[in-house]
C-alpha cells in the first residue's frame, strides 16, 4: 500500500483526490490536511464522504508529513509547495504539486505572471512537468512533479500533435476555453455566488491569465519555437467541465484524414486521450468525472485554419486524475488504476 | 462471468445500468436493447461511452435474449416486460424489471393507476419488489424481481423504521418530492426542454401520480395497517437527485436520540443507507453518482410531528444501482459489488 | 414625483427596488444607501445599472435621509430598521421596512426566533403589515408598513381564503416550500457558492424558520384561531421563484369549483393575484420579474386534503414589488404603478 | 395605435415579442399567428401571459393578415416568409422579418448557406437589414426589414466601429460566441432536452453556421473589402444571453483610450449600446431582458492582437426587442418606445 498524504483536501481539487484515491486499491490516504479545517471531521467538510472518510483534518507541516507517507499531493495556491519543499523532505518522499510553483521553467516567467517571489527555485530544473502523455517517462523517475494546470492540459493537448508535427502557424494559435465554476475554488467570494454564476458568462483575465505562459512554454517544446498565444478564459454556469476551442492557420494543405493520422500517431494508444471521429465535437457532460480528454476538430477551408475543440473534467485530467496518473506512473503501477472512471451521463 | 441483457438501454436509467456494469468485475453486457436505435452504435447514442462500448444497439426480442443471458434488465415503459415476459423465459433467466409491471400485488391497483390491462397477472404473486434493505432475502430467490421506482425508494427507505415500530400515524403521512429532470426520461416533450425546465420549479401529478399506491401498498406492509397517503412531486432544475420531505403526527413522545435509535436498528449495518448525525439534513449532492440514500429528521414539538428527510440518485438507488444491488442477491455475490460509487461533489 | 431614499440598496432585494423604481414614473431615487460600499458607484455594485443610475452609495443615515425623501425602504437585516427608527423621523416621512422588525405583534414572539432584542416596540402596535390583498385600508393611512416576507408572502395569500372561510383545518397545515438562491442574499457565503446549490437540493432551517410564526400569526387573523403549522424551506438551483406546496385537511365535502368560487370571491379583483384553471398549477417560471401570485390547488378525495400550490417571484412580489405596492397605497397611486411587469419566459 | 401581427408568436422570439408589445404603449397586437395551435389560447401556451393576453392563436394567412395590421412581424423558420410576401402584401402593411430570408443581398449566398431556394428574391434589394445603429435612416423609410440574427448583431455591432475605421485586419477576425438555449428554438428535439444541455458545453455548427456570411456581409460593407472570418458558436446551460470573444490583429499600435475613443464615436450616444469601462468586460446576465449590448476590450501587445467582448440577451436586442427597435424607426415613433427595459439581475 502506497500512503499517501494531502495537503489542500478541503478545496475542490483535494475533494477530488480524496475521491479518487478512495477507489485505488493501492492507496491509503494518512493525511487529510486543510489549515482552515484542523481538527474537524473531513466528512463534516464534504458530506458525501460521511461513512466513507473517518479522518479529521491535519494542518500543512510538511516535515512531519513527509515522515510518514510515501508522496505529497499539494493542492493549494500557488507559492505554499514551494515555500515548504526542501532536500530533506525530497529525500524522503515523492511530491505532486498540484499548484503552479514548478511548472514553469524559467523563474523570471514565474514571478512575472504570479506576482510572488518563488521561495525553491532550486527544484525547478529537477521538477517534471506532469503532462503524462507527453512526459511519461521522465515522470517515471521524477521525485516532483508539477502537474499541469486545469485549462492547460486541456489547451495543451488539443493542440499537441499539430504543433510537433508542424501543421499548424504557431504565432496565429488562438485558446477560448470555457470552464466551469469548481475551477474557481471554494472560497467564499462574491463572484462565485449561485445568483452571480447562474444564467450568466464572461470572459475573464483577458490577456492576463496565468495558464497562458504554461501553455506557451509546452506548446513551444512541441514546436520548436518560440510561441505567443492569445488564452481568453471564460466561466460557464455548470460544475465542471472545461471545453478549449482552438484556432490556427494551417501551414499546408491537409484533409481532415491526414489530420486525424496525425492526431493517432500519438493517441491511437492513449486510454485517456479520444479523438472524435468526423463531425463530433467534444461535450464536456460526456467526461464528467472521468480521467478523459475528448478531442475533436474541423477545417475551414474558407479560411484555411482549423478549430481544435478539446474537453476534460477539469477537476480529474484537470488536476486529481492526472495526479492520481502521475502517481501511478511515479511507483510502478498500471497508469490507469484507480482513473477507470466511466464518464456520468447525465 | 454473468451475461446480462438490457431492453431499454438507451433511456437515462438504462445509460445507468450500463455505467455501472461497465465496471462490475462479474458481469458482461452482451445486449443493448433498443428499439429506437436498432443496429446504431451505442456509442453514438451515449457518446460517454466512446471506447468503452462498441457495441451495436439490438431489438427487444426477449425470447431470443433469454437463451443468451442469465439475467435481463427490462428498463422501458410500463407494459413492456408484462407483454413480454412467459414461463420459458422464466425458465431460462432471471429479470429485473425496472417498470412498475410487477410491482403492485393488487392487479386492480395496477391497472386503475397505469389505465392499462395487465399482460401478465399470473407473475404477479411470484414477483419479488426488489428493495434489498426490506426484502432482501426474499430477492435472493427470485426469478422475477421489481425493482422499486425512484420515488418510492426514496420515499418507503425514509419513512420504513418509523412505520415498522409505529411511531408515528400512517394516516397523517405527507410525501413531498423534489426530483431532478433525469426522472422524466429521455423522450423529446416540450415540458422537458432546457428553457422550460431551467429557474423554474412546479408540483405536477398532484394526487395522482403513479408511485402513490406503490408507496402505501410497502409502508402498509410495515405497518401492519392500510396506509393512504398525499404524495406530491416536484420538478428541479438539475439533473439527478429525489429529495423527499414527509411529514407525520408521532404517536407518542420521543426524544431525537430514541428515533435515532429506531433508525439504527433498522440501518446501522445498511452500507447504502446513512442516516445523518443530529442538525444535519440530506442534500442530493452529497449521494450524487452513489447507491447511497441518505435520511435526516426533525423533530418539531410544537406540531408533534415530525420531518424526515430522504436524498437519493434516482438514476443509481431509484433505478439502475438498486437493479444492480438485486442482481447481486440474485447471484450470490457481495451485495455492494459494482456499486462502491463514491458520490461526486461538487 | 416622490423622493424615495433605500437603505441596503446593494442587497438583491434592494437592487430589486432599484430595478422596479427605475421604471416608476412617480418616483425618484435620492439616496442609495450601502454600508459596505459607500462612496462607490451603484452601477459598480450592480452593471447591469450601468449608464441607468449614475449615483454613489451612501450610508445609513436615517436621519439624514428623512429630512430628504417622503419615503425610506429598509432593505436590511432585522434589527437594523428598530434600532434607526424613531418619532422625528416617522413625522417627516414614511418608512416601508422589507426586514422583519416590525412584522410580528408580539414582541416576545420576535425576540424567540430572531434571538435579537427589538429596540423600537413603541411602534409595533403602529405598524401596518403590508399584505396588500388583505390590509390594503390599513396600508394607505400607514407611517409605517412591514414588508412581509418572501416565504410568508407566498404561502399566506396561498391559503388565506381558504382559513378567513373555514375550509380547512388549521392544526393540519403544512408548508413546504421551495426556494430559489437569491432568497439567501448577497453575502460571500459557502454554503451560497454557485458549486454547492448547482445540481443540489436540500431543506434548512427545519422547524425552525423563523417564516414560521409571521405566517401563524396572519393565518391566525384570517381564520380566527391559533394556529400553529410545520413550515419547511428548501433551497433551488435557481435564481428567483419561490413555491409553496400546503397541505390541509378539508373541514367539508367541497368540489373543485366551489373552492375555485372561494379564491375568487377575494382574489377576482386582484390584479396581482392569479388563480389558475382546473389542472393547472403554478410554476416559479411563469411569475419571473413581476409581482403576480400563481395559485393553483388540487382536492385529494382519497385522504379528504386540499393541496394548495402558490408561486411568486421572490425579489418582487416577495419583496421589493410588494414593497412597491405598498408605496403606491401609501401615496394614493395607482396600486399597480410601476408594476405593470409583464413575467420573463423563459 | 399600431395594429401589429406575429406569425410565429409561440416561439421563444414570438413570445418575447409579445411580451414587448404588451407593455409598448402605441401597440396592439391583433393577430397571434401560431401554425401549431390554431384555436388554443395563447395564454396556455405561455401562462406567463394567463390574465395578460385572452386571444386564441390564428394561422399564419399574411394576405388575410395584410389586410387588417400596420406591421407583420415574421417570427419563423427560414423560407416561411420569402415564400407567403408578395406585392399586394407589402403595398398593405409593413413586414418585420425576423428569419434569414432577407438578410442577405447575394440570393447565392443565402441558397448555398441555408440549403433552400429562395422564393421571393425580387425583394431582396429593396429589403433593409434592420441592425439600427448602423442602417437607422434606411430602416425608417422601409417597407420591408430584414431583423439580424442573434449571433449576427452581437458579433457585427461589438466589431464594427473598428472594422469600419481600419483598425484591425480584417482577415484575421475570428468569432467565438457562446449563446443560451433559447436561441434553439422551442422544438421538442432531444439535444435541447434539459439534462443535455445542463453541465454541459459544447460547439456547434463549427465552420458551417448560417450566421456566418451575414457576419461576413455586414463587416465586408462597413470595412469596405470581402471580410471572410471563422465563426464558431457554443451552447451553453443558460436560458438566455450570447457572448461574443472576437479576436484581431491591429493594424497600427493604438492605447485602450484612442480604442475606447473609436467605439464612442459611432456609440456615445447609442441609447442601446454601453461600452464598458476600462478593465470591464460584458457579462451576458447585466443585459438579461433588456435590449442593450454591452462591449468591452483588452489590448494584447504581446500578440498585437485586440480582444472584443458583446454581450446581448438573444431574444431582445437580437431578435424581438431589435424587431421592435426597427418598428418603432418605421412608424416615426421614439426610438426606445416600450424598450426601457431595465436588465433583471440575478
Given at each position: 500500500?502506497?500512503?499517501?498524504?494531502?495537503?489542500?483536501?478541503?478545496?475542490?481539487?483535494?475533494?477530488?483526490?480524496?475521491?479518487?484515491?478512495?477507489?485505488?486499491?493501492?492507496?491509503?490516504?494518512?493525511?487529510y490536511g486543510s489549515?482552515?479545517?484542523?481538527?474537524?471531521?473531513?466528512?463534516?467538510?464534504?458530506?458525501?464522504?460521511?461513512?466513507?472518510?473517518?479522518?479529521?483534518?491535519?494542518?500543512?507541516?510538511?516535515?512531519?508529513?513527509?515522515?510518514?507517507?510515501?508522496?505529497?499531493?499539494?493542492?493549494?495556491?500557488?507559492?505554499?509547495?514551494?515555500?515548504?519543499?526542501?532536500?530533506?523532505?525530497?529525500?524522503?518522499?515523492?511530491?505532486?504539486?498540484?499548484?503552479?510553483?514548478?511548472?514553469?521553467?524559467?523563474?523570471?516567467?514565474?514571478?512575472?505572471?504570479?506576482?510572488?517571489?518563488?521561495?525553491?527555485?532550486?527544484?525547478?530544473?529537477?521538477?517534471?512537468?506532469?503532462?503524462?502523455?507527453?512526459?511519461?517517462?521522465?515522470?517515471?523517475?521524477?521525485?516532483?512533479?508539477?502537474?499541469?494546470?486545469?485549462?492547460?492540459?486541456?489547451?495543451?493537448?488539443?493542440?499537441?500533435?499539430l504543433a510537433k508535427?508542424?501543421?499548424?502557424?504557431?504565432?496565429?494559435?488562438?485558446?477560448?476555453?470555457?470552464?466551469?465554476?469548481?475551477?474557481?475554488?471554494?472560497?467564499?467570494?462574491?463572484?462565485?455566488?449561485?445568483?452571480?454564476?447562474?444564467?450568466?458568462?464572461?470572459?475573464?483575465?483577458?490577456?492576463?491569465?496565468?495558464?497562458?505562459?504554461?501553455?506557451?512554454?509546452?506548446?513551444?517544446?512541441?514546436?520548436?519555437?518560440?510561441?505567443?498565444?492569445?488564452?481568453?478564459?471564460?466561466?460557464?454556469?455548470?460544475?465542471?467541465?472545461?471545453?478549449?476551442?482552438?484556432?490556427?492557420?494551417?501551414?499546408?494543405?491537409?484533409s481532415w484524414e491526414?489530420?486525424?493520422?496525425?492526431?493517432?500517431?500519438?493517441?491511437?494508444?492513449?486510454?485517456?486521450?479520444?479523438?472524435?471521429?468526423?463531425?463530433?465535437?467534444?461535450?464536456?457532460?460526456?467526461?464528467?468525472?472521468?480521467?478523459?480528454?475528448?478531442?475533436?476538430?474541423?477545417?475551414?477551408?474558407?479560411?484555411?485554419?482549423?478549430?481544435?475543440?478539446?474537453?476534460?473534467?477539469?477537476?480529474?485530467?484537470?488536476?486529481?486524475?492526472?495526479?492520481?496518473?502521475?502517481?501511478?506512473?511515479?511507483?510502478?503501477?498500471?497508469?490507469?488504476?484507480?482513473?477507470?472512471?466511466?464518464?456520468?451521463?447525465?
Open positions: 500500500m502506497i500512503k499517501a498524504g494531502i495537503i489542500g483536501s478541503t478545496g475542490y481539487a483535494g475533494g477530488e483526490l480524496v475521491r479518487i484515491l478512495s477507489g485505488h486499491k493501492d492507496v491509503e490516504i494518512k493525511w489549515r482552515s479545517y484542523i481538527d474537524q471531521k473531513y466528512a463534516d467538510v464534504y458530506r458525501n464522504m460521511f461513512q466513507i472518510v473517518d479522518d479529521v483534518c491535519m494542518d500543512d507541516n510538511m516535515e512531519k508529513l513527509a515522515a510518514q507517507v510515501d508522496v505529497i499531493f499539494t493542492a493549494t495556491p500557488q507559492g505554499l509547495c514551494a515555500s515548504l519543499v526542501n532536500e530533506e523532505i525530497l529525500s524522503q518522499t515523492k511530491i505532486i504539486d498540484l499548484s503552479a510553483d514548478f511548472r514553469l521553467k524559467d523563474v523570471k516567467v514565474y514571478e512575472e505572471w504570479y506576482k510572488i517571489e518563488h521561495k525553491a527555485p532550486q527544484f525547478i530544473d529537477e521538477a517534471v512537468y506532469g503532462l503524462c502523455e507527453v512526459n511519461r517517462d521522465a515522470v517515471r523517475g521524477a521525485r516532483l512533479v508539477a502537474n499541469p494546470g486545469c485549462y492547460t492540459t486541456c489547451s495543451i493537448l488539443t493542440a499537441y500533435p508535427e508542424g501543421l499548424i502557424d504557431m504565432n496565429t494559435l488562438i485558446v477560448d476555453a470555457k470552464s466551469g465554476t469548481s475551477g474557481a475554488g471554494r472560497g467564499a467570494k462574491l463572484p462565485n455566488l449561485y445568483c452571480e454564476v447562474n444564467e450568466n458568462i464572461k470572459a475573464y483575465g483577458v490577456a492576463v491569465h496565468r495558464h497562458t505562459p504554461e501553455i506557451e512554454e509546452q506548446l513551444g517544446y512541441a514546436s520548436g519555437e518560440k510561441v505567443t498565444i492569445n488564452f481568453t478564459p471564460h466561466l460557464v454556469p455548470m460544475n465542471r467541465g472545461i471545453l478549449a476551442t482552438e484556432y490556427a492557420s494551417l501551414k499546408k494543405n491537409v491526414e489530420v486525424k493520422a496525425v492526431y493517432d500517431k500519438y493517441y491511437a494508444d492513449e486510454k485517456f486521450v479520444r479523438v472524435l471521429e468526423k463531425g463530433q465535437y467534444p461535450e464536456t457532460k460526456w467526461v464528467e468525472g472521468s480521467n478523459y480528454v475528448d478531442i475533436g476538430f474541423q477545417i475551414d477551408p474558407r479560411t484555411n485554419r482549423i478549430i481544435m475543440m478539446g474537453a476534460i473534467d477539469n477537476l480529474v485530467k484537470g488536476a486529481a486524475g492526472q495526479a492520481v496518473q502521475n502517481m501511478n506512473l511515479m511507483f510502478g503501477l498500471e497508469e490507469s488504476e484507480g482513473l477507470e472512471l466511466v464518464p456520468l451521463f447525465p
